[in-house]
């Protein structure tokens, strides 16, 4: 037991390795960089979904006087009509410059994408109508923008209970489900941006997807969106597809569609969530759920995970609780995680507080007070201790090049983010993923 404490000690600090020759792969021939794809992506559809998120990423590029005439900003959308958009209700077009002038200034700008978002973390969103087939729609959701409201949707990189542990208003959790799996835990600024993307009563998603199948029926939903967009897009999914199987139906939507018609492409996705959740994401969506991330790109790597002992030890604990070298094995993790567990819960509860104040406004009031009456009995509230952050998904990876090379060249300007641009992944989907995959 001694030997085999010391091999998963070794283990957990990254000393230890199955053999010596930790170079061999960069010898190897990759020999899949044209992809082979999971049987049911479809690449057509990831190239379209991606052009949806460009049309909400790069408004600020069509609206810079030095970027706007570069057609590579614009969304290149066939087949495909918005049916809502959440910046300027009403609006049907793409790549649409609203007129604005300063004597406007008291009107939020449509065309800045720092002012055209609603709630407390400036998120926006698309649904999306197929020309080709009307049953089908798509949901688009904003990443980050230059704004410190929407960066704060970032910046909260604490974790929360999967299951109840939004506060609205503080101090009042939700019996909201993201996921069923015990110890799922999710980011909390991604989890917050997904509350009011959802629950905004007038331009909210569900009052949308209720506005919508009055008129139409719905075969297929899309889910997308990238960066911060494609985190909360997959938390989005997870949450439909449990409103969708709510035995109560809560939400009113268990004759909408049936969650097998779910679907998500995500693109450039931080970690959404933990372990715990990745594993419930895998068991609901089976092959309806694909990551594309390109290898260069830093922010799928982020937020940062930090897998503490104890949370390795949980189960070997359980397995041997009446064995004393068990018994002492998570005494010791326990010692060693108990720091970080109480850092983490320090910044949770302060985290949860502000968060959870900033979300005081009108929308969010009416729709939360219809859907949960006060009459509800308050759920239990798992303790959240994790921040073993991983992805969602089947991932699709796509795989940069060093300064773009000729495909997407960095230029003379400093570019922290090239390889993170939907315009970056655009080209790298066309170049690796579209064409058919060959071996010389």
């Known amino acids: ?59 600020d590029d069509r609206n810079d006087p030095l970027k706007k005439t570069d057609l590579i900003y614009q969304a290149k959308v066939t087949d495909w009509t918005i049916v ?59 990443g980050t923008v230059g704004e410190w409201r929407s960066i ?42 997904s509350l009011s993307l959802l629950f905004d009563d007038d331009l909210g998603i569900l009052t949308q997807l209720q506005r919508i199948t009055q008129q139409h029926k719905i075969s297929k939903l899309y889910i997308t969106g990238h960066s911060q967009g494609a985190a909360i897009a997959t938390l989005i999914h997870s949450f439909l597809y449990y409103a969708l199987t709510d035995p109560n139906d809560r939400y009113g939507m268990k004759n909408t569609l049936n969650p097998a018609q779910l679907k998500s492409y995500v693109f450039a996705q931080p970690k959404p969530g933990n372990l715990q959740y990745a594993q419930d994401f ?40 009446d064995i004393t070298v068990g018994g002492w094995f998570n005494h010791v993790a ?38 949960f009456p006060a009459s509800d009995e308050q759920p239990y509230v798992a303790l959240a201790d994790s921040l073993n952050y991983t992805l969602a998904g089947q991932l699709v990876p796509v795989f940069g090049l060093k300064k773009g090379g000729d495909l997407y060249p960095i230029g003379n300007a400093a570019d922290t983010l ?12 066309k170049q690796q993923l579209v064409k058919p995959y060959s071996v010389n």
């Open 334 to 371: 326990e010692s060693i995680s108990f720091t970080s567990n109480t850092l983490r819960d320090k910044l949770a509860d302060m985290f949860t507080d502000k968060m959870a104040d900033k979300f005081k406004y009108a929308n969010i009031d009416r729709s939360i007070t219809r859907y």
């Open 282 to 321: 895998a068991r609901i969506t089976k092959d309806n759920a694909y990551v594309i991330n390109n290898d260069r790109d830093p922010v799928p790597q982020v937020p940062l995970s930090l897998e503490t002992i104890s949370e390795v030890a949980n189960y070997i604990e359980e397995e041997n609780e």
């Open 152 to 193: 704060l949707a970032d910046a909260y990189a604490t974790s929360m209970p999967a299951y109840a542990g939004i506060e609205y208003p503080q101090n009042t959790p939700l019996p909201l489900v993201f996921a069923a799996t015990p110890n799922a835990e999710l980011h909390l600024g991604f989890s917050y941006a």
């Open 1 to 59: 037991m001694h030997k085999l404490i010391l091999a998963l000690s070794l283990l957990l600090i990254g000393c230890a390795t199955m053999n010596n020759d930790a170079t061999l792969s960069q010898h190897l021939e990759q020999r899949d960089l044209l992809g082979m794809p999971q049987a049911k992506f479809d690449s057509a559809v990831a190239q379209q979904l991606l052009e949806f998120c460009i049309e909400l990423n790069n408004q």
């Open 418 to 429: 090239l390889q993170h641009h939907a315009t970056s992944y655009r080209l790298l989907i």
């Open 84 to 142: 809502f958009d959440s910046r300027h209700p009403g609006n049907h077009d793409w790549n649409k410059i609203w007129p604005y002038n300063k004597t406007d200034e008291h009107l939020k700008d449509p065309n800045n994408p720092e002012s055209n978002g609603f709630g407390p973390l400036n998120n926006a969103w698309l649904l999306v109508q197929s020309l080709k087939d009307p049953s089908v729609f798509a949901i688009a959701i904003r």
